[in-house]
């Protein structure tokens, strides 16, 4: 029978009570006889202190929060707004845009378009009953908007709306082979309706494509064809599909190939985008396969701009030395944060905009600008440190498929989170993930402020604002800017604090916190949008559903767009809204009380959109524009508004050099030939 012998005694943890206090210790006078013999012994005393902070510590959280709310009831409450009109859709509405006097609808069944000042509608497009997920509106005058709608297949479709009728154009990323297909990820059209881009992506890889669209032709097109303007009627689209669906049942194979789609196209009959370019993400940096510095410097264009780093003489061997060393050094470091080795892949995202001309994006002489269509595109893509930039007045290749390089590369110290363009284009903000921000002055070539969040926040998104020192529309115009205008940019964090940032001509720039990180999390921000219609002016969108408008120069909220009693806000964590600042109103869908959780809300064959005309409220009280400063003479101006002013008029006088080149240039040559002429004939004397 076997025994298990403990080795060693089992030794008596030493009495852990000499350290309490004793009775005659404590600091405590008994107010009550009876209570001396009621004290407890130990270590229930303990507990019982213990248990007495945890109430003291609710307690004084408790009287925090009614302290708070006290104070938020003397605050002045905003305003709040009803609804001006409404009107319901057939289906679940996705996305909305506005384009002229066109309220465009993206369903869970097609696409819808109304009136702006009646809200009826007037056209309806559900020919495949595909569900559209985002939709993007321009303006092409003469009665002709461009679309581009966003299917949940990722498909992207290109529609003409003329005279109240949509014409489809085509699919952009329509291909035969299904298993080749790509899904798009973001759909983007430039200023103008002269450009399109579309983000894709497949099983492995992501690209970018740029498209130009004929938007002359198709103007020129749809008045001289009126049978093709009119396009197919929606009963007609609607038979039509139904006629392919009863074939499919029947088992009709023919009849399943030949889609509607295909009929819109042949019917439509408008000019068809060209494909201008395909970006593609960089590639992660290896090391060198070049033999000599010879070879390297053999792949270098010309020299005058930054490279994304590829042409470098740096073998593995020696990186992989290097991160050895690094490892070896900063072992304790690396493993307290428990970082693990992960291998660098292919970004598979990428934010990007339309520029229009500058001085940061140069085109040759040879190539014609424009001053209001866009010249350039700017990329960044997921964890990559460089911007860059793109021309698009390149002549079009055969290949396209081929790697563009950028024409410029504009490196940062961190990874570039988020971008922004402000609305004349001249302004582009870059937030990297150290939470540095940067505003660049694209017209003049130089950053106009850098600024960072001291806390550790990580930014979500960046928004200019519009100032009420530039409020004018001269401001668009090329040299007509203020004396010293204010630039704004509306910072929102991941924690839901979001901060303004001004960035003036002449002086520091500054950074206040809007609001701080709510500590109720149904108060959380979900969007912050900018109304460009007032100076100053910000949307909030809330998870609980509210939707204020703030006052970024007093940050107060001074209105509140309330749905009726029996409606909410439909999914307040990503809102179905848009800002129309042409028209001043806001439309915002909502769903009824009762649709409250997904099943019911993802069965509701309605949705209402609420219509808040900016008009018919005081906003214009809340967000007075500021009276225009008078100009000053040069002797009462500082400095450095003197340089600015100098530097300004010098940079027009300079604006008409790039067109006089080429005659300098015939004239330098010219010189040379005679004085080469000239020179031979002295030769020809001397040898006579």
């Not at 321009?138 to 581009?148: F, I, K, Q």
């Not at 509701?604 to 900016?614: E, N, Q, R």
């Amino acid at each position: 029978m076997a025994v298990y012998i403990r080795k060693h005694a089992l030794e008596i943890p030493p009495p852990s009570e000499k350290d309490w206090l004793k009775d005659d210790e404590e600091d405590f006078f008994l107010q009550d006889p009876d209570q001396k013999h009621d004290a407890l012994p130990q270590p229930f005393r303990m507990i019982n202190k213990l248990v007495m902070l945890v109430f003291e510590n609710a307690m004084e959280i408790i009287e925090r929060r009614e302290m708070l709310q006290d104070a938020q009831k003397l605050k002045v409450q905003p305003t709040k707004c009803f609804p001006t009109a409404e009107f319901q859709v057939t289906g679940r509405a996705n996305c909305l845009a506005v384009s002229g006097k066109y309220i465009f609808v993206g369903l869970s069944v097609g696409l819808s378009a109304f009136k702006v000042f009646d809200c009826k509608e007037v056209c309806a497009w559900d020919a495949v009953k595909t569900e559209i997920c985002a939709i993007h509106a321009l303006d092409l005058g003469n009665e002709c908007h461009v679309l581009l709608a966003v299917d949940e297949m990722g498909l992207v479709w290109l529609f003409c709306f003329h005279k109240e009728s949509f014409l489809l154009v085509k699919i952009l990323n329509e291909v035969e082979d299904i298993s080749k297909r790509s899904t798009c990820v973001e759909a983007v059209l430039s200023p103008g309706g002269d450009y399109a881009g579309v983000l894709l992506q497949d099983r492995t890889k992501a690209w970018l494509e740029i498209y130009r669209l004929p938007k002359d032709s198709w103007l020129k097109e749809v008045e001289e064809s009126p049978g093709a303007a009119a396009g197919l009627p929606c009963r007609e689209k609607r038979s039509s599909w139904t006629s392919v669906k009863s074939l499919e049942l029947h088992g009709d194979c023919s009849a399943e190939m030949e889609s509607p789609v295909s009929a819109n196209k042949a019917d439509a009959k408008l000019s068809l985008p060209v494909l201008l370019m395909k970006v593609k993400p960089p590639k992660p940096i290896t090391g060198s396969s070049f033999k000599s510095p010879l070879d390297a410097l053999k792949k270098v264009d010309d020299g005058s701009v930054l490279g994304l780093g590829y042409n470098h003489l740096i073998k593995d061997s020696q990186w992989e030395q290097q991160e050895a060393i690094f490892r070896s050094t900063y072992r304790e470091y690396l493993e307290a944060e428990g970082e693990r080795e992960s291998k660098e892949e292919i970004p598979r995202h990428a934010t990007f905009h339309f520029l229009l001309p500058s001085w940061i994006l140069q085109a040759g002489p040879e190539m014609k600008v424009q001053p209001d269509v866009p010249a350039g595109i700017s990329v960044h893509w997921d964890g990559s440190h460089n911007l860059c930039l793109y021309l698009l007045n390149h002549p079009l290749k055969e290949n396209v498929d081929s790697d563009l390089k950028p024409d410029v590369v504009w490196p940062c110290a961190a990874p570039i989170a988020c971008s922004a363009i402000s609305s004349c284009s001249r302004y582009l903000a870059l937030a990297c993930e150290d939470a540095t921000i940067t505003i660049w002055d694209k017209r003049l070539g130089y950053p106009l402020s850098v600024t960072a969040i001291l806390e550790e926040r990580l930014i979500r998104s960046i928004h200019f604002l519009r100032s009420s020192a530039a409020a004018s529309h001269e401001t668009l115009c090329l040299g007509t800017d203020p004396a010293c205008p204010i630039v704004q940019l509306l910072v929102l964090c991941t924690d839901s604090s979001f901060y303004l940032v001004k960035a003036p001509r002449a002086g520091k720039p500054s950074i206040t916190l809007l609001a701080d990180r709510p500590e109720d999390p149904n108060l959380a921000v979900s969007m912050v949008v900018p109304v460009l219609a007032f100076p100053s002016a910000a949307l909030v969108f809330s998870w609980d559903g509210t939707v204020s408008l703030m006052n970024t120069a007093t940050s107060q909220i001074v209105y509140c767009f309330s749905a009726p009693p029996s409606h909410a806000v439909a999914s307040p964590w990503q809102p179905v809204f848009i800002v129309d600042s042409l028209n001043w109103c806001l439309l915002l869908r909502g769903d009824k009380q009762q649709q409250a959780d997904a099943l019911a809300e993802s069965r509701a064959s309605h949705s209402t959109i609420f219509l808040f005309d900016f008009n018919s409220y005081s906003l214009e009280e809340a967000f007075p524009k500021e009276p225009d400063l008078p100009l000053k003479s040069l002797q009462n101006l500082p400095w450095i508004e003197r340089c600015n002013n100098f530097l300004r008029d010098r940079q027009q006088s300079l604006l008409g050099l790039r067109e006089q080149l080429p005659e300098y240039w015939s004239r330098l040559q010219a010189q040379a030939a005679a004085m080469d002429k000239e020179r031979q004939n002295v030769k020809g004397q001397k040898k006579s």
